[in-house]
């Protein structure tokens, strides 16, 4: 069509009504851009200098090089209407078409295989034509290499269902396609919490990979109907935009897991990494022979994702049904060791209650699986945080990025679960930089960031990376408590009170309540100063201890409050519960956290580290 049209525009209603039809339903703009690109690639055509296809923006495109008659009658790509030429007196556009040609065959008939679009018959005419003149020209032109990808980020594939339920499905299969390509080690793939940021947000390709330091973009679609589901993909280089590959595929809900591993499959192909056996076969495996459990794993993995109480109680139930479907399906197993962890670090379940569940569902996820990353890592987390038993976390955890240096959770945890207990604060902060590296957009890893080097006791290190978290997202509460709690190691009172104020704003309290509880504070300071302070935290801290009943609320912070206040007997006596009680990240970190700074020359505090096998 654009050939026969050759100079003039070519609006994309022209096009999608000629390849597809008036009445046909599907994403017109992406199936447009899908075919566009396919032309381009095979033809080695830059859409920033294009020799064959001009992009009129907004209205369509024109094919701008020119055509010339064949003595057989036949015709072949010309030289471009502007008159650009290749350096050895040839066109540019028979040295594209030519490249292309020196291998027409096996490519032509790859994609007259794999297609089912008017396109790829357009291709093969091209491929064809040009193999029919190839001998007529004194000199052959190799093909421009493709570009080698190192780092790749899936962006969010978009949901046209139409269905605003189904938007989880959308969130999971791209949650999904991430875990697969980040088992391959040769590849750099950013996490899906940096990647979630992106989505429904309409940006150039090459700034998003700017921002997430990455070379390839892979960005696509999903619909789903009743029983089918079709999954359209392409992967563009990104510091030139140039489309690399697309293509579509289809299935039966049936088939969810198999369609899955062939979309990642060919991804990984497509940017030339290089896979060890034990990556192909991954790939390659699936995970579940039951299309029921696979999609109650994606609901349990959308729902933990979300990382709030409410999310972690029904990511629970969506595994353990998914896990009843299939007793043998690993990932559900992981999938509830780590909702089980999470379950603790967020409140919903005490630690002796959740974490010899998360250990059962994750020894019996290795038992089925040995080689999940993230089995290993929630294993390494019991380890740490319930049993204090941190030469077996450093094992599991060495053993997760081992098998998938892509996986953020395990650096953080090898950071925060093992490093810093231990007090290797430089080799901490070294691990963080690499789950940032995967993740860098995470707000709870920045947070954590900042965490790390308050720990490690550079303030001024921390007080910058609060400060960037708040930038990437100032409605994120948790920066702005944890930020306040440096300024008070800085002296800064006042502007702690406001980060708290804050918090507790975006926390979801009214801006009565927020207001109360800081004009306590601010009182308190005036009247008395710091001592004041730390004494009306102590008695708030009471009180929603108190307040908590049957609730699990940490004794930790009890301990906390009471150390801040010079109380060393109840310090210590709530310290021992915290330690009795297993829970986990704070008190294993009691070492290096600035709320017990005023015990380290007590013997009772150097006989709580040497009972949890921490050095003094």
Known sequence: MLVDRRGQLVTRDEIFEKLWGKDTFLDADNSINTAISKIRVVLKDDPENPVFIKTVSGKGYRFIASIRSLPDGKEALGSPLDGVSGASGSTVAEESALAFASKAPSRSRR????????????????????WS???????????????VIRSLAVLPLENLTGDASQEYFAVSMTDALITDLAQIGALRVISRTSIMRYKGMRKPLPEIARELGVDGIVEGTVVRSASRIRITSQLIYAPSDQHLWARSYESD??????????????????????????ERSHLAKRPTDSPEAYQLYLRGRYSWNQRTPRGVKKSIDFFQQAVEKDPNFALACAGLADAYNFSNILGVLAPKESSPRAEAAAVKALALNPQLGEAHTALGLVRSHFYFDFLGAQREFLKALGLNPNYANAHLFYAGAYLTPMGRHEEAIAEMRKALEVDPLSLPLNNMMAETYLWSGDYQKALQQFQHTIDLEPTFPLAHFFYAGLLTEMGSYEE???????????????????GALAA???????????????QKNLGITLKEYTRAGIQYFPTIGVASAYARVGDKENAFQWLDKSFQDREGQDITLVRWLPDFKSLHTDPRFADLLRRMGLPN
């Open 133 to 147: 003149w190839r001998d007529s020209l004194k000199r052959i032109v190799s093909p421009r290499p493709s570009p």
């Open 496 to 514: 702690a009170i406001k980060e708290n104020q804050t918090g507790e704003l975006l926390s979801g309290a009214s801006p009565e309540e927020a």
């Open 253 to 278: 809900l049936s088939d969810i897991v198999t369609l899955q591993g062939e979309v990642a499959q060919a991804i990984a192909g497509q940017v030339r990494a290089a896979l060890t056996p034990e």
């Open 111 to 130: 994609l007259w295989l794999a297609s089912a679009t008017a396109t790829a018959s357009l291709v093969l005419a091209a491929a064809l034509a040009a």
């Open 520 to 534: 306590e504070f601010q009182k308190a300071l005036q009247v008395g100063g710091p001592k004041r302070y730390w």
